[in-house]
T-cell receptor
Framework: SAVISQKPSRDICQRGTSLTIQCQVDSQVTMMFWYRQQPGQSLTLIATANQGSEATYESGFVIDKFPISRPNLTFSTLTVSNMSPEDSSIYLC???????????FGPGTRLTVT | GQNIDQPTEMTATEGAIVQINCTYQTSGFNGLFWYQQHAGEAPTFLSYNVLDGLEEKGRFSSFLSRSKGYSYLLLKELQMKDSASYLCAVLDSNYQLIWGAGTKLIIKP
């Protein structure tokens, strides 16, 4: 397994601003993922961030809106740019480790855009 | 397209047994995961099935039938702390995790 921390745990931001979310893992991992989860709904994958390569974005998500950095094997950031109220959500990072490459999740960042 | 179906919500009684079903249609199959998510918390890994049959882990068991595209999570001796959402996820041929919408399980005393 892996222990994952995220900062900030929550934030309230104004429309048009940007927020950078940090994800720190207690061990070196190759695969990191960023998800968004609306209240009461399931997980939506934003992008996969592997160290040493550009992040791979899912349909509906673009780098200009959600730039991702992955400078080393224990850390990643996701920026939510030019925010609108529709970006209000919980953002989760996860890592794929373990015997089955099961994913372990950070505690999440609850973002509210006003 | 890829699709995973789970019931939206289920209710069960403390001490009883509940079965949460999951059916899937995906591009290839490299395993099926069950996760538990308490309200306001991150999902936590419960089980993994890649071969047909039943995997038992304490009060929780998970079953898989690849030919039917079907899995279930069985929870025994239900406790109030089992109230949570249960997410089914399939690893497709590209090793991409496809997530179901989750089943909200409500436990009543």
């Amino acid at each position: 397994s892996a222990v994952i921390s995220q900062k900030p745990s929550r934030d309230i931001c104004q429309r048009g601003t940007s927020l950078t979310i940090q994800c720190q893992v207690d061990s070196q991992v190759t695969m990191m993922f960023w998800y968004r989860q609306q209240p009461g709904q399931s997980l939506t994958l934003i992008a996969t961030a592997n160290q040493g390569s550009e992040a791979t974005y899912e349909s509906g998500f673009v780098i200009d809106k959600f730039p991702i950095s992955r400078p080393n094997l224990t850390f990643s950031t996701l920026t939510v740019s030019n925010m609108s109220p529709e970006d209000s959500s919980i953002y989760l990072c996860s890592v794929g480790v373990g015997q089955y490459y099961e994913q372990y999740f950070g505690p999440g960042t609850r973002l509210t855009v006003t | 397209g890829q699709n995973i179906d789970q019931p939206t919500e289920m209710t069960a009684t403390e001490g009883a047994i509940v079965q949460i079903n999951c059916t899937y249609q995906t591009s290839g199959f490299n395993g099926l995961f069950w996760y538990q998510q308490h309200a306001g918390e991150a999902p936590t890994f419960l089980s993994y099935n890649v071969l047909d049959g039943l995997e038992e882990k304490g009060r929780f068991s998970s079953f898989l039938s690849r030919s039917k595209g079907y899995s279930y999570l069985l929870l025994k001796e239900l406790q109030m702390k089992d109230s949570a959402s249960y997410l089914c996820a399939v690893l497709d041929s590209n090793y991409q995790l496809i997530w179901g919408a989750g089943t909200k399980l409500i436990i009543k005393p």
